[in-house]
Each structure stands twice: as structure tokens, then as C-alpha cells.
């Protein structure tokens, strides 16, 4: 029984192409995140969704936009994906501190 | 601002013998410390965590770590490692009191551990 969830696992495209990436979690959490992860393993928070609402914004490029349509989904939109979006990126949920993490979404663009 | 520092990006250790992963950290207030493990190709898996009770915190796999105000530091060990311990592991802070009350979780650039046979 998935705690976290994200779609799809592997993803590959074309710069300059618009992709998503979706999230949901099943345990019954207020608060959703999602992190890139570089090629260096480096882990940086870049949204933070508390019950549908934008919490935390890291200095994140606005080709990224984070949408909540309910609070235990949190999808990922990219559009005009550059060559430096390639990474591995994280679902999260928490409801006390302790972050529960998805398997990531490893995204490469060509 | 809350940061942590871990000491080593890469540990090397043979099988069953003691492992040692060394993390400081910065905080302007009590903070909330945890370790996660990340095997290769897989998501984080919380190891263990300290939320300012006991000092000494047990985690999954036979790890703990230890909290040490005077010495800020909050090292993650295991008596004796195995095989399937070989993974990056992560030092993580947790800032409780920006955002909210979920506050936002800020990791070190983690320690690789090889496990030789």
C-alpha cells in the first residue's frame, strides 16, 4: 500500500517541451513538498503546499508551477524544459516534521 | 539560519565493523535532526529522527545517533555494517518555525557509504 506516489517513474524529452509530473499521498497529510535532486545527490526544497495553499516558493524559476487540486495531490508543471531541469525530483508529505518521501520521477531532457 | 554540515561525502567500511557518519549542525533554536537513507536508484527512507527528547535516538537497522548540543553535532552510528547498509546517507534539519508549522527541511550533501566484504 503506497504511502507517496509519483508518475511517471522515468521520464525523457526534448528541450523546450512542457511536461508534468504527479503526486499523491495517501496518508491523510496537510502538507506536500517537492525537491530536485541534482546530479551531485544535492536535495533543495523548491515547493511547499500546506492544504492546497503555497507555503514556500525557493527562488524556483516560473517554468515550474506547482499545482494542488485537492491535498493529497501535488503535480508538478514544467514548461520549456532546459537542459539543466534534468534531475531526479521528490514527492513529500508531512503532517509533523517527519517527511515521507515518494520513489522520485528522474527526468532527463535532450 | 539553519544549515547542517556533513563531514564526509564518502565512508568506507568492511563488513561487520563499526560505521560512523559525522554531521554537525547549525540552528538558531532547538532543532528538529533527522537521518535519511537513500540505495541506489530508490526514494528516501526516514533512518531515525530527534524531536528533543531522549538524547540518544534509535532508528530502523540497528543505527542511532546522538545528540550533542555542546558539540552540535548529531552522528549517525552502527555497531556492526552490512552488505545491504551501502547507500547515501542524509543529515536533515528541520526549520519548524518558517512556513508554518510544518516548517521546511534542509539537507546536508550527504555521506556515501561503501560496505566491502
Known amino acids: 500500500d503506497t504511502a507517496v506516489s509519483q508518475t511517471p517513474k522515468y521520464l525523457v524529452t526534448q528541450m523546450g517541451n512542457d511536461k508534468s509530473i504527479k503526486c499523491e499521498q495517501n496518508l491523510g497529510h496537510d502538507t506536500m513538498y517537492w525537491y530536485k535532486q541534482d546530479s551531485k545527490k544535492f536535495l533543495k526544497i523548491m515547493f511547499s503546499?500546506?492544504?492546497?495553499?503555497?507555503?514556500i516558493n525557493e527562488t524556483v524559476p516560473n517554468r515550474f508551477s506547482p499545482k494542488s487540486p485537492d491535498k493529497a495531490h501535488l503535480n508538478l508543471h514544467i514548461n520549456s524544459l532546459e537542459l539543466g531541469d534534468s534531475a531526479v525530483y521528490f514527492c513529500a508529505s508531512s503532517q509533523t516534521g517527519e517527511q515521507f518521501f515518494g520513489p522520485g520521477t528522474r527526468l532527463t531532457v535532450l | 539560519a539553519q544549515s547542517v554540515t556533513q563531514l564526509d561525502s564518502h565512508v568506507s567500511v568492511s563488513e561487520g565493523t563499526p560505521v560512523l557518519l559525522r554531521c554537525n549542525y547549525s540552528s538558531s533554536y532547538s532543532p528538529s535532526l533527522f537521518w535519511y537513507v537513500q540505495h541506489p536508484n530508490k526514494g528516501l527512507q526516514l533512518l531515525l529522527k530527534?524531536?528533543?527528547?531522549?538524547?540518544l535516538v534509535k532508528g530502523i537497522n540497528g543505527f542511532e545517533a546522538e545528540f550533542k548540543k555542546s558539540e552540535t553535532s548529531f552522528h549517525l552510528t552502527k555497531p556492526s555494517a552490512h552488505m545491504s547498509d551501502a547507500a547515501e546517507y542524509f543529515c536533515v534539519v528541520s526549520d519548524r518555525g518558517y512556513g508554518g508549522s510544518q516548517g521546511n527541511l534542509i539537507f546536508g550533501k550527504g555521506t556515501k557509504l561503501s560496505v566491502k566484504p
Open positions: 503546499y500546506n492544504n492546497k495553499e503555497l507555503i
Open positions: 530527534y524531536t528533543s527528547a531522549a538524547t
